[in-house]
């Protein structure tokens, strides 16, 4: 095996592009001169004869035109020189040694490779004719008589060289072929590197060029691409000290609170974990006046299996619009407050006119509607003070035990006959659920609303269907209608503070765009989460998640400011 390898070695030095003429040349004369050292022990007459040393002398003369002739310029047969040199001076040892003819006759073997190798077919057949006109020709013609034996041995060398020059020619074609396939390969392959390297840099730079964060992670929640905002705004969310913080290290709180988000509930954590999400605002830095907001929005990335390959989460800075909102919160509610007084003395001069026993009948009806009309007015600055005070943390919270089924059901009992006369049905499925630390009158409000809606905006001989379930971290309750649902976008705006639909402004339904952020404010507050599945005509499905333990020390009702934001999972 290992004389084998050894022969395959040396071989492919003699056929490799890579081994020039003058090494070929040098390893062939080295090849000669040992099998020369043999032959002059075996008997130093051989050696010294006049033929032998015509021979070495044809082998020198190749040698120095190997070393001396730059053959990168010579013509294609102009190569041959050397090789057919060897085949000529192998002729003259093997007509000298005849009774070793057929062993002498393989080093010729060497240069024919050469050739074969060199000029490919037409270097098989040129070693072929060299071997017959040095090798076989000398021997027929000393050959008396001449019989057909005689003639197939000496045939025989020519069509062996012929044979094996045409396989090298064939192996190396096949190699050739299999080199540039692989090169086209390597090629094409440097290219689309090139190309997506190129790509890349212009997608960094595009994606720099924005004044919105962007981060990409891949299926294990890796980053593998953060634009120049995002690092800004990693670093303002940094806490003190040296090292790279990672997400449930940095300082991220409920927008108008000191409270900090779990780390489960982060933009890219949630991301991570499969959700897509848009709007869902944080505040980011240091808890206080100074801490920017951002609207979080979350998609995730499905590669051309239509399997999940990541996702890319976006930060729009929306400080100075939670800020105007704030300003116009203020001015909302001062206005509320100096409408409430003039409104309550409004109401009582007119319910004293309509206790006026001598009151004409006509007369007491005008001051009926007046006086309805004056209720509903006083009733929206109510709703508009509560949402004041729930924003600005003046009404805390009061937890007591409670379980989010019994409310829930309450609620069903206490619109059952308005959903009679709207035609409507409402299913229920409310199992049990545990008691929890919640605020019965803020969350009945919520839930109110929720209930409210549904029957709000689903036709008559619709259906509204209230759920429960608890897992072993969270209470779920779900409310779901066979109503006119909402589109994408509209979700998005959902829970924006007197955000009204498209459809529900068209239907002329009443409304004043406050009952679901409140709603979101109240959940907030619990350290909850709302989220909305709905589409054009198929109904809306509302989703309430409270997580089942001890509220955090401390916990007011002032739930994170979602203007222009919301929970949607």
């Known amino acids: 095996m290992d004389v084998a390898a050894s022969l395959s070695r040396q071989l492919a030095k003699v056929v490799s592009p890579a081994f020039g003429t003058a ?27 006049p033929a032998y040393l015509a021979a070495l002398g044809l082998l020198l003369v190749a040698t120095l035109l190997a070393y001396v002739v730059p053959w990168d310029r010579a013509s294609p047969l102009g190569v041959a020189i050397v090789p057919l040199l060897d085949i000529a001076a192998i002729g003259l040892v093997r007509d000298l040694m005849r009774e070793i003819a057929t062993a002498t006759s393989l080093l010729a073997l060497i240069p024919a490779l050469w050739l074969a190798a ?24 000393r050959a008396h008589p001449l019989d057909s034996v005689t003639l197939a041995q000496a045939a025989l060398l020519p ?21 540039e396939r692989v090169t086209t390969a390597l090629a094409e392959k440097e290219a689309l590197l090139d190309a997506a390297d190129m790509w890349k840099r212009r997608l960094e730079n595009i994606i720099d060029s924005v004044d919105t964060g962007i981060v990409v992670v891949d299926r294990d929640g890796h980053d593998l691409l953060m634009n120049r905002t995002q690092r800004t705004i990693h670093r303002s969310a940094s806490p003190p000290g040296p090292g790279d913080p990672d997400e449930s290290q940095l300082l991220l709180h409920y927008p108008g609170t000191n409270r900090p988000i779990h780390p489960d509930r ?4 949630r991301a991570v974990q499969q959700e897509s999400f848009s709007n869902y605002v944080i505040s980011v830095g240091p808890a206080g006046p100074g801490s920017a907001a951002y609207s979080t929005s979350a998609r995730q990335i499905i590669d051309a299996h239509g399997e999940r390959d990541g996702a890319v989460v976006v930060f729009t800075d929306v400080t100075q619009y939670i800020e105007s909102a704030r300003k116009q919160e203020q001015f909302v509610a001062t206005v509320s407050h100096e409408l409430r007084t003039p409104l309550t003395s409004v109401l009582g001069y ?25 209720e509903q007015l006083l009733s929206i600055v109510e709703e508009l003070l ?77 259906t509204v269907r209230v759920h429960t379930c608890f897992a072993e971290s969270s209470v779920e309750l779900a409310v779901t209608d066979t109503g006119i649902g909402m589109s994408d976008q509209e979700q998005t705006d959902l829970f924006t503070d007197y955000y009204r639909t498209r459809t529900a402004l068209e239907s002329d339904i009443p409304g004043h765009g406050i009952g679901l952020a409140l709603t979101l404010r109240i959940v907030r507050a619990h350290g909850g989460q709302i989220s909305v599945v709905s589409s054009p005509g198929a109904g809306s499905t509302f989703t309430i998640r409270l997580p089942i333990g001890e509220i955090a020390d401390g916990l007011r009702a002032s739930a994170p400011s979602t203007s222009g934001g919301s929970a949607s999972a």
């Not at 057949?125 to 013609?141: G, H, K």
């Not at 059952?416 to 803020?442: C, F, K, N, W, Y």
Request: net charge positive; aromatic share 6%.
């Open 386 to 462: 509560r949402d004041q005070a729930s924003r600005s943390g003046t009404d805390a919270l009061t937890l007591r035990p409670t379980r989010i089924s019994d409310l829930l059901r309450e609620t069903v009992e206490s619109v059952a006959l308005r959903a009679g006369e709207l035609g409507l049905t409402i299913e229920q499925d409310l199992v049990e659920t545990p008691l929890q630390p919640i605020d019965a009158s803020r969350m009945r409000q919520a839930i109110g609303n929720l209930v409210s809606n549904a029957l709000k905006y689903t036709p008559r001989g619709g």
């Open 159 to 179: 069509f062996t060289v012929l044979q094996v020059g045409l396989l090298v020619t064939g192996g190396l074609a096949v190699h050739d072929r299999q080199t």
């Open 266 to 269: 982060r933009p890219v954590r």
């Open 350 to 374: 007119l319910e004293i006119a309509r206790d006026d026993p001598d009151l004409p009948r006509e007369t007491g009806s005008f001051l009926d509607v007046a006086h309805r009309n004056a």
């Open 118 to 141: 060199r000029l490919r077919t037409r270097g098989a057949v040129l070693a072929t004719v060299s071997v017959a006109a040095a090798f076989t020709v000398p021997t027929l013609l």
């Open 23 to 49: 090494e070929k040349q040098i390893y062939f004369l080295a090849f000669f001169l040992t099998f020369t050292v043999v032959v002059a022990i075996s008997g130093a007459s051989l050696v010294l004869a």
